[in-house]
C-alpha cells in the first residue's frame, strides 16, 4: 500500500469537499511533508496527535481564498510510486508551472522542496507536485 499516495489523495479529496480540518495517521515522511506545506502557505496549521500511543496523527487545518472560497492547493500529484520510482540529478530538478508550483523531494540531507535541493546542489527522489 502506498501510504504517501494515500496521505496526497487525502489532502486532495479533503480540500475538493472543503473540509476545514484533517485528520490523517502519521508516520516521518508525512510529518516532514505537512511541515514542507505550511512553509510554503499551502495550509493553514498543523498539529501532532500523539496522545494515544498506539494511534498517532497528524491534524491539518487547510487553507482557502478567503474572498473565492477556492482551495490554496490546486493541484496535488504523487510522482514517485512504489511501482516505479523517479529520481532526478540537481540539474535536471523538475520545476513546477514554471517556479509557481513546488516538487517535494526526498534528498540524503532530509525531505525539501525542489528550490532548496537546486540550492543546495543535491538530488533525489521526486515525491509529489502542488500547485
Not at 509557481?100 to 538530488?123: E, P, Y
Request: aromatic content about 8%; proline content about 5%; some cysteine.
Amino acid at each position: 500500500m502506498d501510504v504517501i499516495g494515500d496521505f496526497l489523495t487525502r489532502i486532495r479529496n479533503a480540500s475538493m469537499a472543503k473540509h476545514k480540518v484533517l485528520e490523517v495517521p502519521s508516520s516521518n515522511m508525512k510529518k516532514a511533508i505537512t511541515k514542507i506545506l505550511y512553509e510554503q502557505g499551502y495550509i493553514l496549521n498543523y498539529k501532532y496527535e500523539d496522545s494515544d500511543p498506539v494511534r498517532k496523527t497528524i491534524k491539518i487545518a487547510l487553507k482557502y481564498n478567503p474572498y473565492t472560497k477556492q482551495p490554496v492547493i490546486k493541484g496535488i500529484h504523487r510522482v514517485s510510486r512504489p511501482g516505479l520510482r523517479k529520481y532526478s540529478s540537481a540539474e535536471k530538478m523538475p520545476r513546477v508551472l514554471n517556479g509557481l508550483g513546488i516538487a517535494i523531494v526526498s534528498t540524503s540531507q532530509g525531505v525539501m522542496t525542489d528550490k532548496d535541493a537546486r540550492r543546495l546542489n543535491i538530488g533525489g527522489e521526486v515525491i509529489c507536485y502542488i500547485y
